[in-house]
């Protein structure tokens, strides 16, 4: 089993930078892929970016070449770099961990909120 806790969220304003860091526990973490997804007010859940456990990676069409997930097994982290931010990107950020083929997550965490400011 993983636990997940999410960090490094906050406001910032349209432009700037943010990096959230989803740290967990549990000896099998290297073995998961992890995702991050968000979910803005009145909206569903959405797929923002994901890491497998042997490095690939998959980004949502809007955070291409803005937003960059990277992992570090060693620290039991990964991390979402995200520049560029923009108003739309308002959510609360979730990080969860599963299977990155069949897009499945078992493991969620509690989530860290993002606010862009225009």
């Known amino acids: 089993q993983v636990q997940l806790v999410e960090s490094g969220g906050g406001l910032v304003q349209a432009g700037g930078s943010l990096r959230l860091s989803c740290a967990a526990s549990g000896r099998t973490f290297s073995s998961y892929a992890i995702g991050w997804f968000r979910q803005a007010p009145g909206k569903e859940r959405e797929f923002v970016a994901a890491?497998?456990?042997?490095?690939?990676?998959n980004y949502a069409d809007s955070v291409k070449g803005r937003f960059s997930i990277s992992r570090d097994n060693a620290k039991n982290t990964v991390y979402l770099d995200m520049n560029s931010l923009k108003p739309e990107d308002t959510a609360v950020y979730y990080c969860?961990?599963?299977?990155?083929?069949?897009?499945?997550?078992?493991?969620w965490g509690q989530g860290t909120q993002v606010t862009v400011s225009s």
């Open positions: 890491r497998s456990s042997v490095g690939s990676a």
């Open positions: 969860a961990a599963g299977n990155f083929y069949r897009g499945i997550y078992d493991y």
